[in-house]
């Protein structure tokens, strides 16, 4: 089995790296992907970046389908939606280096309330590995009522515990979210060198 992917410019695979079949699959899809595909791993299992080669951006450990929608979500929506400041792909490329090990948390809240949804976001990056010199990535979504003050107090709260990290956002609009936010903060750790 050959999978041609001229066509494609990014690559999401969720597997169990503990069931080898699984593995193996992941392993040929990655096999036939180009160089230049962006390949995202949503791991159940150990989330072993080792068991990948150099041609994978980012591997995160997920525990339930709603981690997973939440850390797909995060990264898709970043790329295909419009907003006040936007990505693309090779932004998440230089973002998201070969082999990157990638934790994540999202936090939903209402903009009229908007420093509990701070102190929510706040504790909720405190349970992250805090790697000062690492990179981030924030994706924030809000409906059109969000305001640049708002914005800025959500990228000032990550960035006063990310102290030293690149940090790389995008505010994407959505009517649907009307006066509600959320926002899902990247934690990005290379821990394998390019092979």
């Known amino acids: 089995m050959r999978i041609d992917f001229q066509n494609t410019d990014a690559i999401f695979i969720v597997l169990n790296t503990n069931l080898e079949n699984e ?4 392993l040929k ?3 036939d992907a180009k160089r230049n595909n962006f390949i995202g791993i949503f791991d159940t299992g150990n989330g072993d970046a080792e068991l990948f080669d ?4 980012f591997i995160t450990n ?5 981690e997973i929608k939440i850390g797909l979500n995060g990264i898709v929506s970043s790329l ?12 998440l490329k ?5 082999t990157s090990k990638v934790s994540f948390v999202s936090e939903v809240g209402e903009l009229k309330d908007i420093e509990t949804f701070l102190e929510n976001l706040k504790s909720k990056l405190e349970t992250l590995q805090k790697n000062k010199d690492g990179r ?3 994706n924030i979504t809000g409906g059109p009522e969000i305001s640049l003050h708002q914005i800025r107090d959500i990228v000032e709260v990550v960035s006063n515990i990310f102290e030293k990290a690149t940090i790389i956002w995008c505010c994407l609009l959505n009517p649907e979210y009307e006066e509600s936010i959320e926002v ?7 821990e394998h060198s390019q092979l």
């Open 23 to 26: 593995r193996n699959i992941a």
């Open 29 to 31: 899809v990655i096999e």
């Open 54 to 57: 150099s041609k994978i951006n």
């Open 62 to 66: 997920c525990e339930t389908a709603e």
């Open 80 to 91: 295909i939606n419009e907003g006040l400041v936007n990505i693309d792909l090779d932004d």
């Open 94 to 98: 230089v973002l998201f280096e070969k």
């Open 136 to 138: 981030v990535f924030i």
């Open 184 to 190: 899902t903060v990247y934690e990005i750790v290379q």
